[in-house]
């Protein structure tokens, strides 16, 4: 049970510092130990609110943002939320040019937390003025006194992981972290948590998790963007169509891809089996480990640490909605019987 009873002078002071929780069923016939580092207990309730803060007060720090500018940035829900969030306490306009592949619950509570949001078509290439990319770019340039946080191509993102999220995960495994688990979009999570211990421990394994659809896999063993890869797959903040200067693909020993359907299984089983309601590129996440462990990966000596993005109640119209699931033709004969909907 938790000891401290903390009062706060806001929830930016609670951004951070989040549990490492043992994984004891859906690795039961695994060999070695398992732990998500469960970032929906930061109060944006995922891993975005670290950068969002970061970022923010970097460029406070330097001059940059003065009170009442106005934010700007593209996201999938997550970062835009976190921005939202850090503005609102710190007295920013919050602009957010989002893919109309996020799902609507994202959305409405981009706008409950007061962002001007933008939806930009999901299917069109980077560099299609109708992209979510062009269309910040520019609102930059119409809006006077803004910034663009640019997540894919700043290493301040990167930088915010390598300060807080590597040293939490050094700190709370005690130094005997074997191998660190994570999704890939901006790559900052994955970069910046694996540099900081790779720096502490040279031998530690990195591998990052990508979607089938996603560039990043094959650039990372050819280092050639190879648009044949590129086609849409549903899970919203993995993968990537493009190569972010964010992620440093030299401290990832190597990506594994998952697929849209066995994740989200595995998103549902992570909170039957574990009680942990998270989204769906934790299950991602711990589909890539499934995959892993079958390979071989994973010795009676292995400390896995497994990143889990966010909380899954951004997800309540997709990966928890039955209907959904079905349209997706994600019941087939195996999976028929997992259906929520049974019990009439
Ligand atoms: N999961 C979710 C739900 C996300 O929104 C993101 C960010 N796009 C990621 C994983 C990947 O994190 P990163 O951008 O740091 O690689």
């Not at 806001?10 to 043992?22: A, E």
């Not at 309730?45 to 001059?63: M, N, V």
């Not at 934010?71 to 850090?86: D, H, P, W």
Request: hydrophobic share 35%; glycine share 8%; charged share 25%.
């Amino acid at each position: 049970m938790k000891e401290d009873i903390q009062v706060f002078d806001n929830v930016l002071q609670l951004i951070g510092k989040t549990p490492l929780i043992h994984l004891n069923r859906i690795t039961e016939t695994f060999e070695g130990d398992y732990y998500a580092k469960v970032e929906a207990f930061n109060p944006g309730h995922s891993t975005k609110d670290r950068i969002a803060l970061y970022i923010i007060e970097e460029a406070e720090r330097k001059g940059i943002l003065k009170p009442g500018d106005t934010i700007i940035e593209t996201t999938s829900g997550n970062t835009g939320f976190s921005i939202a969030m850090v503005s609102i306490i710190k007295g920013y306009e919050c602009i957010l040019a989002v893919s109309s592949k996020s799902s609507p619950d994202k959305i409405d509570m981009l706008k409950t937390m007061g962002a001007k949001v933008y939806v930009c078509p999901a299917h069109v290439s980077a560099d299609d003025p109708r992209s979510y990319y062009m269309v910040a770019k520019r609102l930059h340039e119409e809006t006077k006194g803004s910034v663009y946080i640019n997540q894919y191509f700043n290493e301040l993102n990167t930088d915010a992981h390598y300060k807080s999220t590597g040293p939490e995960i050094w700190a709370q495994t005690e130094g005997k972290i074997t191998h660190l688990i994570a999704c890939s979009g901006t790559g900052g999570t994955i970069s910046g948590t694996a540099r900081f211990l790779k720096e502490k421990n040279p031998s530690l394994k990195v591998i990052g998790i990508d979607a089938f659809g996603s560039v990043l896999k094959k650039y990372h063993e050819t280092r050639e963007f190879d648009t044949a890869e590129i086609y849409p797959y549903r899970i919203e903040g993995l993968g990537k169509n493009l190569i972010p200067t964010a992620t440093d693909f030299d401290v990832i020993d190597k990506f594994i891809k998952v697929t849209d359907e066995e994740s989200a299984h595995t998103t549902r089983e992570l909170a039957k089996t574990e009680g942990l309601f998270v989204g769906y590129t934790s299950g991602a996440a711990m589909q890539g480990v499934k995959q892993l462990q079958e390979l071989g990966e994973f010795d009676s000596n292995s400390q896995v640490v497994i990143i889990f993005p966010d909380h899954g109640s951004r997800y309540m119209s997709k990966v928890f909605n039955d209907k959904w699931m079905a349209e997706q033709g994600f019941f087939d004969s195996e999976h028929q019987e997992e259906s929520l909907g049974i019990e009439f």
